[in-house]
């Protein structure tokens, strides 16, 4: 981690105390939650305004979202903690909410609570020399084989026991993540190109922001069973339109694509001494 941007984390967590209406501090426990929820939203604040195009960020201010399912989840961050941090961030003028979430507890639809940066921190942020994609890696706790299943008509992330069998795919994944984080992934683009680049990103629904600190990969499984699915997402380079793939560079080295007209059908044919035709 970049010194600029801890001391900026550091700096941030201090003002927000200060111009807290509390009658008594923080204990320790509580503390090292709310530090964390603060440098976890400017973790991602900083990550933003770097992806193609700039990107806002989100906050789930369901309470039950930092209780479920602890497999998924942060085990430092709550909900008190996260709130206070996300509101001691809107007192310094630091973020604008782009977008009031909500939540029907009748119909469980909703969206997510959005925002950006706003000009302190917006300056600031961009004043850190390094690159958040360098510093940030994977947690040895974050979750990499992710079951999912349809739930009250929604497809949601659901607990599994481990089995031998889910273990050796996190182990397996565990050696691509750690050879991926080895080695730099990048898009050679010039600053135009990007601009144009992030403009297409923009105007398309169907895809999300390059977000280059996205350097690793989960492996997620559907329709509550690890029989199907098993396919490998959320790594940056996954979302970069097919015309700019030439474009990725590994070390700095030139990339080429592959493609095989009906692969798979082919593979089984072969399998058995058949030609497909």
């Known amino acids: ?9 550091q700096e941030t967590i201090l ?10 501090s923080r204990d320790n426990s509580t503390k090292l939650s709310f530090s964390h929820a603060v440098h976890t939203l400017l ?3 900083w990550r ?6 700039t ?21 430092l961050l709550t909900y008190r903690q996260m709130i206070a941090a996300f509101d001691g961030l809107l007192l310094l003028d630091f973020i604008e909410i782009t977008h009031e979430g909500y939540f029907d507890r ?5 969206s997510l609570t959005k925002f950006v940066a706003r000009n302190e921190l ?13 510093f940030f890696s994977l947690s040895p706790e974050h979750e990499t084989i992710i079951l999912r299943d349809k739930v009250d008509g929604q497809r949601k992330e659901i607990d599994y026991a481990d089995t031998p069998k889910t273990e050796d795919y996190r182990s397996n994944l565990l050696k691509v993540n750690s050879c991926l984080q080895r080695h730099w992934i990048d898009l050679e683009l010039k600053d135009d190109e990007f601009n144009v680049l992030a403009s297409k990103l923009d105007g398309d629904e169907n ?11 989960v492996r997620i499984f559907s329709n509550g069973s690890f029989k199907e699915g098993g396919r490998f997402f959320r790594g940056w380079w996954q979302n970069v339109p097919s015309n700019y793939r030439k474009h990725v560079t590994i070390d700095m080295k030139k990339t080429c694509e592959y493609d095989y007209s009906q692969l798979n059908p082919h593979m089984l044919y072969f399998a058995y001494h058949k030609e497909l035709g």
Do not use: W
């Open 1 to 9: 981690m970049t010194s600029e941007f801890n001391e900026l984390v």
């Open 15 to 24: 003002r927000i105390e200060a111009i807290e209406n509390r009658k008594r």
């Open 207 to 217: 895809k999300n922001p390059i977000d280059f600190s996205a350097r690793t990969l």
């Open 106 to 110: 009748e119909t469980l639809q909703g």
């Open 43 to 45: 973790s991602d604040l």
């Open 48 to 53: 933003s305004i770097h992806s193609i195009p």
């Open 55 to 75: 990107r806002e960020c989100k906050i789930n201010k369901r309470a039950g979202f930092y209780s479920e399912n602890p497999r998924y989840r942060d085990p």
């Open 122 to 134: 917006l300056e600031r942020l961009h004043e850190i020399d390094e690159h958040p994609a360098i």
